[in-house]
């Protein structure tokens, strides 16, 4: 195979068209003006917020049922905005936006903190001054988190001054959920409720940082959005932001390295994902920005022979956990069976640490939790009426499959994801009795489609997880130890898509400058 050189002038490359590329991309064309390139190993852009359809009329959301923050006036709205021109718009989910379904009892959480406060203090009147504490505490965490994770924006002569000054909420916030739950409450019940959006940053108490819960925790406190017209919207809408300053996005382009050259990244080579017999393709730019996530970047697109530091830190750190989802098409309106466009979280247990079975049949045979969701009730341009079921589950399960080709899977393959299918089905079942009875059809992924359309490492969802330890980590950060390499998107900030996308603002301030962030972020809060 030959190499083409591609000698098109760009300001700048950035890897893969995720929320946290997107991002990045769009504010250094508009604000900065910059010629950007995007690459995209998929066949169509997005990341995660990407959508499909089946049979013209079904239509789901990949890794998008929902965003806080974006009422009018707020933050995410204000950069959404932003970047798409005023082009995307939001539908507001149901007041209530969550339901915590528990073995005796569902609790619902409406789009309000005070109503939460309240009505967990209702159910569980003997923890009350925990529960007031609580609400405090997930506020302080989660500032603490964002001045954390935005710390290298500072001179580094005012880092450690920062540092200093919010030190006691970093004490909270660098507990476990577990720690923290266990230090101020009592109640088991109440501790599962609190601990119930974990799915949002896929890890359990005992291993996520109270920090990221209550990062995620206030995210949604006034409420959730879905954009209109579904996850697809936002590149669609996107997109043109970057083309008006001449920059691409092009898909089914794999990025196969990052060339260095005297310590500093001048380019990259290029895979066409459809036609893999063709020439690699070289890019050059004098900025390359991955939002690949830290460990594909630094494993498998710097050379091995670069001298990295920390190459063993990140190879030897924990993986983050897997999930199948299984994408239902509807005959009929899941409103009959008053469904109104809500999360239902589906627990059997109050123990949060069972989810994750290590028992593999037992894992595909009774599952201990499903996320249960209606893509169509949350997008007013919805032609068919659809649901999707969220299932944890581990990559070892499906390994011995990773090797052969996406549709082209041996029929045990088939069999195994048509058994946890049903399962989840059943599960949803037994909670929401009529709900089989309202599909009309079936679809399941597994981590090696995630892997496969993601090029995540073993499929895993929300990059380096979310461990007190990931909190001081030197590479997860936008800036690398390579000269003129960034990091973008949920590694460099926090998962979710706020968090990938604050992590694309973040590191466009940082490629634009001194104060970069500063006017970037005045000048998007000022329209
Ligand atoms: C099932 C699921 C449900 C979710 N639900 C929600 C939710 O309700 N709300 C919420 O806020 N968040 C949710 N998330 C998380 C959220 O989608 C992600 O945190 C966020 O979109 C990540 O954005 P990103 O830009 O960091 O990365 P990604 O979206 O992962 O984008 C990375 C891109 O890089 C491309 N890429 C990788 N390697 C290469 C390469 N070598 N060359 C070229 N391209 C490459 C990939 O194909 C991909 O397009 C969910 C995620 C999943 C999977």
């Known amino acids: 195979m030959t190499v083409a050189d591609k000698q098109q002038r760009y300001d700048v490359i950035v890897i ?44 789901w959301d990949v890794g998008l049922h929902y965003v806080g923050e974006m009422g009018k006036g707020q933050m995410g709205r204000a950069i959404f905005d932003y970047l798409s021109n005023g082009k995307l718009q939001w539908q507001k989910m ?5 339901k915590f379904v528990y073995p005796d009892f569902t609790f619902d959480v409406y789009s309000d903190p005070k109503q939460y406060q309240a009505d967990l203090t209702a159910k569980f009147p003997h923890e009350q001054k925990a529960i007031q504490r609580y609400f405090k505490d997930v506020q302080s965490a989660a500032t603490w988190f964002i001045i954390h994770s935005f710390i290298e924006l500072f001179p580094i002569w005012l880092q450690s001054i920062v540092k200093a000054g919010v030190q006691k909420f970093g004490e909270i916030a660098r507990q476990t959920t577990q720690q923290y739950l266990d230090q101020h409450f009592q109640d088991p019940q109440l501790k599962a409720v609190l601990a119930s959006q974990w799915g949002d940053y896929g890890l359990p108490p005992s291993q996520s940082s109270f920090g990221v819960h209550s990062n995620i925790v206030t995210h949604f406190f006034e409420g959730g959005w879905h954009p209109v017209g579904g996850g697809q919207a ?6 043109p932001t970057i083309e008006s300053m001449g920059g691409q996005v092009i898909t089914q382009r794999r990025v196969t390295e990052i060339i260095i050259e005297n310590d500093i990244a001048v380019g990259v080579t290029v895979q066409h994902t459809a036609h893999l017999a063709t020439d690699l393709e070289i890019y050059y730019a004098p900025v390359i920005i991955s939002d690949a996530g830290a460990f594909n970047t630094y494993l498998k697109l710097i050379p091995p022979s670069y001298p990295l530091p920390h190459r063993e830190s990140i190879q030897q750190f924990p993986k983050g956990s897997g999930v199948v989802t299984v994408y239902l098409g509807l005959k009929e309106d899941p409103q009959q069976l008053s469904f109104q466009g809500e999360n239902h979280w589906i627990y059997t247990t109050y123990n949060h640490e069972e989810i994750d079975q290590p028992d593999a049949i037992a894992s595909v045979q009774s599952p201990k939790f499903a996320y249960l969701s209606f893509p169509s009730l949350k997008n007013p341009s919805a032609k068919g009426h659809t649901a999707e079921i969220i299932g944890s589950i581990d990559y070892s399960l499906f390994s011995q499959w990773q090797m052969q080709r996406w549709r082209k899977r041996d029929a045990d393959y088939g069999t195994l994801k048509s058994g946890v299918a049903e399962s989840l089905i059943n599960l949803v079942e037994r909670y929401y009795p009529g709900f089989q009875d309202l599909i009309e059809y079936v679809e399941l992924s597994t981590p090696l489609t995630v892997e496969h359309f993601d090029g995540s490492d073993r499929g895993t969802i929300y990059g380096i997880p979310c461990t ?5 980590l030197p590479w997860i950060a936008s800036k ?17 898509i706020m968090g990938a996308m604050m992590g694309g603002v973040k590191t466009a301030g940082i490629v634009d400058g001194a104060f970069g962030f500063l006017k970037i972020m005045t000048t998007v809060m000022m329209r």
């Open 234 to 239: 936002i590149a669609q809408t996107i997109i």
């Open 480 to 496: 690398t130890p390579i000269k003129n390499l960034y990091l973008t998107g949920t590694d460099a900030f926090s998962p979710g």
């Open 16 to 59: 893969g068209s995720g929320i946290g590329g997107l991002t990045t991309a769009a504010i250094l064309a508009k604000f900065c003006r910059k010629k950007v390139l995007v690459l995209e190993q998929h066949f169509t852009a997005g990341g995660f917020t990407h959508s499909f359809g089946r049979k013209g009329k079904f239509h």
């Open 468 to 472: 007190p330890a990931r909190l001081d």
């Open 94 to 98: 149901p007041d209530l936006m969550e």
